[in-house]
């Protein structure tokens, strides 16, 4: 009987697995829209694929990853260049080259797949909101395909891809960032006219200056250990120029024409997006080659030298983890979360994500014959995201954890150490330059063409 009773639910199961995002969450997340809960599984495939990727490059797993055909010659060097780098160090860089590559793909093709699903009635949209055991397993034997890939210059070409890649999507957390702040002024805001002013204008104050204040002391930070008096000169610029432009964005968002324009844009936001800036910034001149502009953080907290802390001749030496990559990694959770659960009410926004939250069909809860509330389908009028650009923006995510995990490196190059390289460097930089000027804009667009609706 026991036997029995579980046969019938391994196959409830399994068609829910092959069902609808509905039917598959609908005890974890009642009364959800059908477009909410597609994002948030989707975005758990990315999750699980970051998590393996986390794994696999941990210390200790190497003994394992190497037994793979074709990674390693002899268990202990890259075939080709022999007792220069360490296959110990290079076999987790190059087993996250290529889950990373498998996820990019999985997304891709469902990117290329959805291309102007504009509403559930659309027989693609079926696809996009079931079949889940499916698609794993498509994510599974692309990944296992992806492990057979042989070197040559694979890692040469794919590192430039999740260089491209990584810059379009430190872009896209910016404009999360910038939604998210908009997002919490106005809430903060609407409670203050609504009750107690005095309590929440005081936590919109708290918090603005709480992040400019955390972006001062960073830019004195990096101005003490990332420069010296006769070195360092691009440092001394990236800081200087991007500390500029933050103070002119802070200065513009409260320009009264601005203001009068744009009732919406404060500090907050400006706050936020300095923030986020200096932490570029530091990002960017982690990855710089010159050790002597670049101390490691270990030897920042236990006050060792830097020649002592990370020797330059050593070969196959490398640094599995640093901060950036840690706090990387905590923004990235952070923006793939939002981006599946988010309902801006900022118009620029929106369109730069090319969402329409405000579109489709509003419905109440389902409630189905066991009782169980369940998601609705609120995308039969029109769909409130763009499928395949939210599919896109997962792929540039995977490009992005591929370069984050690896620390920048090539794990296929034929020098004693392993060590990041300058593009790097000038890829987050520009990526900053572009999204400060991307967030300027969003600030100056209702004023210079007061014709357009930006509301």
Not at 153 to 165: L, Q, S
Request: hydrophobic content about 45%; charged content about 10%.
């Amino acid at each position: 009987m026991g036997a029995c009773m579980a046969l019938c639910s391994l196959a409830s199961c399994a068609s829910c697995l092959c069902g609808s995002a509905p039917c598959l969450l609908c005890g974890c997340c009642p009364s959800s829209n059908n477009s909410t809960v597609t994002r948030l599984v989707f975005s758990f495939f990315l999750l699980l694929g970051t998590l393996v990727s986390v794994i696999m490059i941990l210390p200790g797993m190497e003994t394992q990853l190497r037994k793979i055909p074709g990674f390693c010659q002899g268990g202990t060097t890259i075939p080709g260049i022999e007792n220069h780098v360490n296959c110990d160090v290079v076999v987790g860089y190059k087993s996250v080259y290529r889950m990373c590559f498998a996820m990019a793909c999985f997304f891709f093709l469902f990117s290329a797949i959805m291309i102007r699903v504009k509403s559930s009635k659309d027989p693609r949209a079926t696809i996009q909101n079931g079949f889940w055991f499916f698609k794993f397993l498509i994510l599974v034997g692309i990944t296992v395909g992806a492990f057979f890939i042989p070197d040559g210059t694979f890692h040469d070409v794919w590192f430039y891809f999740g260089i491209v890649g990584s810059f379009m999507f430190i872009l896209i957390q910016l404009i999360l960032l910038i939604d998210f702040a908009h997002s919490w002024n106005e809430v903060w805001v609407r409670n203050a006219e609504e009750g107690n002013s005095k309590c929440w204008f005081s936590g919109l104050l708290f918090f603005t200056v709480l992040h400019y204040a955390l972006a001062f002391a960073a830019v004195v930070l990096f101005y003490l250990y990332y420069t010296k008096p006769d070195n360092c000169a691009e440092h001394k610029f990236f800081i200087s120029f991007n500390l500029i432009l933050c103070v002119i964005i802070s200065v513009v968002s409260v320009l009264p024409k601005v203001q009068d324009a744009s009732p919406q844009s404060g500090l907050l936001q400006s706050s936020i997006i300095t923030l986020y800036t200096m932490y570029v910034t530091w990002s960017a001149m982690t990855n710089n080659p010159n050790r002597e502009c670049n101390p490691s953080l270990l030897s920042l907290v236990s006050n060792i030298s830097t020649t002592e802390a990370m020797p330059t001749s050593s070969p196959g030496m490398v640094q599995l983890w640093d901060a950036q990559g840690i706090v990387g990694l905590i923004i990235f959770l952070f923006c793939t979360f939002y981006a599946s659960i988010r309902s801006s009410s900022n118009a620029q926004v929106n369109r730069l994500m090319q969402t329409e939250e405000g579109k489709g069909t509003v419905g109440g809860e389902e409630v189905g014959e066991d009782g169980l509330r369940r998601a609705v389908d609120n995308e039969e009028d029109g769909v409130t995201y763009n499928y395949s650009f939210f599919h896109f923006h997962l792929f540039l995510a995977s490009l992005y954890i591929m370069m984050t995990l690896t620390n920048w490196y090539k794990p296929d190059i034929t020098t004693q150490a392993m060590q990041s390289t300058i593009p790097a460097v000038w890829v987050k930089i520009s990526s900053s330059w572009m999204g400060l000027g991307l967030y300027l804009w969003t600030l100056v667009a209702p004023v210079i063409l007061p014709n357009r609706d930006f509301s």
